[in-house]
């Protein structure tokens, strides 16, 4: 009898480390895996192309155990410590963003992460692209009657522990070992920010804009847009994902790819956020044509504009 339970756990044991190894090979690049950043080196996800620099963001797979494991469960379930990575039960008002005229942009890295780069971009980095794209949209928006709220204003952010505490106050879930106090403002802390403000005042929706990187396959351009299917406000974020799509694609004549993913899958602020939410790479910084559109300041202009067109038209389908 113990000898059968020596060779299950064997078994056990074998088959979580071919888990393991495929998945380093296999899976480098997907949410939920951490990897560490390198000034100047450009990441690329190898299934979707597009820029990975917000998954060096992402939280760590394990989570604290439960406290309810004996010694034995713990060495023959060993998968049971590690629960799946599934949404938290909903306890927010999804509709709160009907009654919202807000707009909550996202300019994507920041705080020591400067995203990607290229050859083309002369020494720009994504982090000021995405940041000045997200004040023309401001400013656009603003012109066109919305309130807007920057989740990043230059490099400044909430203490991260404030953050968590004012989630706590708010009867929030909350994966506290992804608040990391180190002064990076990871995904995480930067979606429950973003979810924190919106339990104080609802936005109509959030809009994440970022470059996307891609060195292996130089020809690829044009926009892409992700959002979750498969969370609270799945729906509304598809509905707003559909018309960006649209509009980019009418304006401009590029290519554009949408993309909606399950919740495990979805990149963290689209996949946590307690509002209509979607995640724009408006063009490739490797790809020649796509990289001077992205210094010209006309196309910058009519890039935001498309995207306050979107908004309008999604304001007035919402519901
Ligand atoms: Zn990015």
Not at 111 to 122: A, E, F, I, M, N
Not at 256 to 266: A, F, I, P
Not at 277 to 286: D, G, I, K, N, P
């Amino acid at each position: 009898m113990k000898s059968l339970w020596v060779r299950l756990l064997a078994a056990i044991q074998a088959a979580i480390l071919v888990l393991f190894l495929v998945s380093c090979v296999a899976g480098t690049a997907r949410p939920g895996k951490e990897s560490v950043y390198r000034p100047g080196e450009v990441g690329t996800d190898p299934d979707t192309g597009h820029d990975t620099r917000i998954e060096t963001e992402t939280e760590p797979v394990t989570e604290p155990s439960t406290g309810t494991d004996t010694e034995a469960a713990t060495e023959t379930e060993p998968a049971e410590t590690v629960p799946p990575d599934v949404p938290p039960e909903i306890n927010y008002d999804v509709n709160a963003h009907l009654g919202s005229n807000t707009v909550l942009i996202d300019a994507g890295h920041g705080y020591g992460d400067p995203g990607c780069t290229s050859k083309y971009l002369k020494g720009e980095y994504e982090v000021t692209i995405a940041y000045d794209m997200a004040c023309l949209l401001r400013d656009e928006l603003n012109k066109r009657g919305y309130q807007t709220v920057m989740l990043r204003d230059g490099e400044s952010f909430p203490n991260e522990r404030e953050i968590l505490s004012r989630a706590k106050d708010l009867g929030m879930f909350v994966k506290e070992n992804n608040i990391n106090e180190n002064n990076v403002f990871h995904a995480y802390e930067r979606t429950l920010w973003a979810d924190v403000m919106n339990r104080d005042t609802p936005f109509a929706l959030m809009i994440s804009l970022h470059v996307n990187s891609l060195p292996a396959a130089e020809e690829v351009r044009g926009t892409e847009i992700y959002h979750c299917v498969d969370n609270g406000c799945a729906a509304p974020s598809e509905l707003l994902a559909t018309i960006i799509e649209e509009h980019v694609r009418s304006d401009f004549g590029v290519r554009v790819k949408r993309e909606g993913t399950v919740w495990s899958d979805s990149y963290i602020v689209t996949k946590w956020t307690e509002m209509p939410s979607v995640l724009v790479e408006m063009a490739y910084a490797t790809n020649q044509d796509d990289a001077k559109l992205l210094f010209d300041k006309e196309w910058r202009k009519e890039y935001v504009g498309s995207l306050a067109d979107s908004i309008d038209e999604y304001m007035s389908k919402r519901g």
